[in-house]
């Protein structure tokens, strides 16, 4: 199992089944969260708040997180560098 990393109000993803963090607004990007949502296959983790960044994973599923895609990717690379150094 891949490092974990912490996406908002105590949720954490493995680091190794993200394939892409992306922010909300673009309009393919709603769809495809539209769609997820649709088919059971969108994880909220906002807890009501508004979504901010959209994890796609590796199995299809879409993880919605509320905060900036420039925090997670952050905490994600700083995640790396720390596995590198051991």
């Given at each position: 199992?891949?490092?974990?990393i912490?996406?908002?109000?105590?949720?954490v993803?493995?680091?190794?089944?993200i394939i892409?963090?992306?922010?909300p607004?673009s309009?393919?990007?709603k769809r495809?969260?539209?769609k997820a949502?649709?088919?059971?296959?969108?994880i909220d983790?906002?807890?009501?708040?508004?979504?901010?960044?959209?994890?796609?994973?590796?199995?299809?599923?879409i993880?919605?997180?509320?905060l900036?895609?420039?925090?997670?990717?952050?905490r994600?690379?700083?995640?790396?560098?720390?596995?590198?150094?051991t």
């Amino acid at each position: 199992m891949g490092k974990l990393i912490h996406i908002g109000f105590g949720n954490v993803v493995n680091t190794e089944k993200i394939i892409a963090i992306v922010s909300p607004d673009s309009a393919p990007v709603k769809r495809m969260v539209q769609k997820a949502k649709e088919t059971g296959m969108a994880i909220d983790a906002t807890q009501g708040r508004k979504t901010k960044a959209v994890l796609v994973m590796e199995n299809s599923q879409i993880v919605l997180s509320a905060l900036l895609p420039e925090t997670i990717s952050g905490r994600a690379q700083t995640e790396g560098r720390d596995t590198d150094e051991t």
